[in-house]
């Protein structure tokens, strides 16, 4: 039996499908909702808020959410305070439309919006009606650190870290600048300054990630628009956390592959021998 201060807790399960980045941003919302006074189930009864979070670059991925969702319709009917939100590129991509048509979610949240759900709940809580929010941070990107894996109960021996977002590329095959907005990138400081805490935390492996990441260079170069300094990025991890033992990144674009990025893979040891490249469009 519960106790009653176990009775009154607030608990979340985060639903995650897609890749890497859709891992990575359902690490964040856990850290964001669990710095907001909410605790991880991984039972849907005993959830209070329940997010989906999406890919669309999956085959049939809409179809498939609409069916997830289906199927939460009588749990609202059984708990009417039971807050069901759609974050992810499906959630980016339909935005209103998505409230329209299922009428028992209570929040759309695009990716850039993550750390505003605490908020966006307590919207819905206070009886003001369904909310979406699913604007790009385009002109004061925000990346969320990495602080779950700190505490001892999210340990991990691998761990994801942002580099950049969006893309710029336009291939005819994918939706990721629709979803995930334009390049957008973080600085080397705030990235090497997130590897060292996890490093300090117990993770021994790190992948960098980013829709074509290395495309990397500071946010404030001056250097021309094509010229990746990823190379660089990579050699500073190397040199500045020495306790990594492995670091990977994903994923990356043909037109970025520079010889300074393959010298990377032949002198850094803390790099693979091999480089994952995706040739998605054949």
């Given amino acids: 039996m519960l106790s009653r201060t176990e009775e009154h807790m607030k608990r979340y399960l985060v639903q995650t499908h897609?890749?890497?980045?859709?891992?990575?941003?359902?690490?964040?919302?856990?850290?964001?909702?669990?710095?907001?006074?909410?605790?991880?189930?991984?039972?849907?009864?005993?959830?209070?808020?329940?997010?989906?979070?999406?890919?669309?670059v999956r085959e049939k991925a809409e179809h498939k959410l609409l069916s997830l969702l289906g199927t939460m319709k009588p749990m609202k009917l059984e708990r009417p305070n039971l807050i069901v939100?759609?974050?992810?590129?499906?959630?980016?991509?339909?935005?209103?439309?998505?409230?329209a048509r299922v009428p028992h979610i209570d929040v759309v949240?695009?990716?850039?919006?993550?750390?505003?759900?605490?908020?966006?709940?307590?919207?819905?809580k206070a009886k003001n009606g369904q909310i979406s929010r699913t604007v790009f941070d385009v002109h004061d990107p925000?990346?969320?650190?990495?602080?779950?894996?700190i505490s001892r109960r999210d340990r991990e021996v691998?761990?994801?870290?942002?580099?950049?977002?969006?893309?710029?590329?336009?291939?005819?095959?994918?939706i990721v600048p629709t979803t995930r907005g334009p390049e957008r990138y973080r600085s080397e400081y705030e990235i090497v300054r997130e590897?060292?805490?996890?490093?300090?935390?117990?993770?021994?492996?790190?992948?960098?990630?980013?829709?074509?990441?290395?495309?990397?260079?500071?946010?404030?170069?001056?250097?021309?628009?094509?010229?990746?300094?990823?190379?660089?990025?990579?050699?500073?991890?190397?040199?500045?956390v020495p306790k990594l033992k492995r670091l990977r990144y994903t994923s990356p674009h043909p037109r970025h592959v520079t010889d300074a990025l393959v010298r990377c893979h032949t002198e850094l040891e803390v790099l693979p021998a091999h480089m994952h490249l995706p040739v998605q469009s054949g």
């Fill in 18 to 56: 897609g890749c890497q980045m859709s891992v990575h941003d359902s690490r964040r919302i856990e850290e964001v909702l669990s710095h907001a006074g909410y605790e991880r189930t991984d039972d849907t009864q005993l959830a209070d808020v329940i997010v989906v979070n999406t890919c669309s």
């Fill in 142 to 149: 925000r990346f969320l650190d990495a602080t779950a894996a």
């Fill in 109 to 124: 949240l695009g990716p850039d919006n993550i750390a505003e759900l605490p908020g966006l709940i307590e919207h819905v």
């Fill in 195 to 240: 590897v060292e805490g996890l490093v300090d935390a117990g993770v021994q492996e790190v992948t960098l990630l980013g829709q074509t990441v290395n495309s990397w260079h500071e946010p404030t170069s001056t250097t021309e628009e094509s010229e990746s300094q990823f190379a660089a990025l990579l050699r500073s991890i190397a040199r500045k």
């Fill in 158 to 174: 691998s761990s994801f870290v942002t580099v950049m977002k969006g893309c710029d590329e336009r291939c005819t095959f994918c």
């Fill in 85 to 99: 939100a759609v974050a992810g590129c499906v959630a980016q991509q339909e935005g209103d439309k998505l409230l």
